[in-house]
C-alpha cells in the first residue's frame, strides 16, 4: 500500500502564500505523476496541478501564475507553493500519486487532505 500525508494547510488572508507539502511512503518503486486537487463546499472536486516524471506540469486556468507544483523525487514528496490566494481558493486539498509498487502493481492513492481557507 501506499499512503500519502499533507501538510500545511491553514487560514491565510486574501494576497497571501501558503505552501502545502505531500510526501507519499510504502511499497514504492516508481512514481510517474504526483498532483493537487481540490474541493470547495458544494462543489465537484477539480484539478488544481500536475507534475509528471519527466518534469512537465499542468495547471487549472484558475491558478495560473499564482500556483506552482514542484517535485523532490528522492523524497516522493510533491510541493504546492501558492500566492496571491483569493477567499475562491477556499478548499479541502488533497495530493495524489500514481505509479508502481515493488510487486509491479500500479496504485493510485490520495492523501486524507488539508484545509485551505482564505479569509480576512
Known amino acids: 500500500q501506499v499512503q500519502l500525508v499533507e501538510s500545511g494547510g491553514g487560514l491565510v488572508q486574501p494576497g497571501g502564500s501558503l505552501r502545502l507539502s505531500c510526501a507519499a511512503s510504502g511499497s514504492i518503486f516508481s512514481i510517474n505523476a504526483m498532483g493537487w486537487d481540490r474541493q470547495a463546499p458544494g462543489k465537484q472536486r477539480e484539478l488544481v496541478a500536475a507534475i509528471f516524471s519527466g518534469g512537465s506540469t499542468n495547471y487549472a486556468d484558475s491558478v495560473k501564475g499564482r500556483i506552482t507544483i514542484s517535485r523532490d523525487n528522492a523524497k516522493n514528496a510533491v510541493y504546492l507553493q501558492m500566492n496571491s490566494l483569493k477567499p475562491e481558493d477556499t478548499a479541502v486539498y488533497y495530493c495524489?500519486?500514481?505509479?508502481?509498487?515493488?510487486?509491479?502493481?500500479?496504485?493510485?492513492?490520495w492523501g486524507q487532505g488539508t484545509q485551505v481557507t482564505v479569509s480576512s
Open positions: 495524489n500519486a500514481e505509479g508502481a509498487t515493488y510487486s509491479i502493481t500500479e496504485f493510485q492513492s
